[in-house]
Nanobody, 122 residues
Framework: QVQLVESGGGLVQAGGSLRLSCAAS????????RGWFRQAPGKEREFVAA????????YYADSVKGRFTVSRDNVKNMVYLQMNSLKPEDTAVYYC???????????????WGQGTQVTVSS
């Protein structure tokens, strides 16, 4: 079982930047992927970004392409989401998740963090 803890959320003005971090502990998938999802009030959880174990392959939702960058440090068991040019519509609780294979489907991720709130003011 992988335990995940997100940090780095907060309040930022539109156009600003935030860097989310996700610390993993416990048993780690030897070839596991990591994903970021978000859920805004009244909306379903949606895919944001994902990264393969080797960091060679990354996926992004169309809404964040060119603005967000996912990365990982397997030595430190960390995953990051650099968010630039933030927009009010990026406001949501952001979740880190772990899966045995790279996927954009949230039901294929077996481990989830508690989430961190990101609020973008206009």
């Amino acid at each position: 079982q992988v335990q995940l803890v997100e940090s780095g959320g907060g309040l930022v003005q539109a156009g600003g930047s935030l860097r989310l971090s996700c610390a993993a502990s416990g048993r780690s998938f030897s070839s596991g992927a990591r994903g970021w999802f978000r859920q805004a009030p009244g909306k379903e959880r949606e895919f944001v970004a994902a990264i393969s174990w080797t960091s060679i392959i990354t996926y992004y939702a169309d809404s964040v392409k060119g603005r967000f960058t996912v990365s990982r440090d397997n030595v430190k068991n960390m995953v990051y989401l650099q968010m630039n040019s933030l927009k009010p519509e990026d406001t949501a609780v952001y979740y880190c998740a772990a899966a045995s294979k790279l996927t954009t489907q949230n039901d294929e991720y077996s481990n989830w963090g508690q989430g961190t709130q990101v609020t973008v003011s206009s």
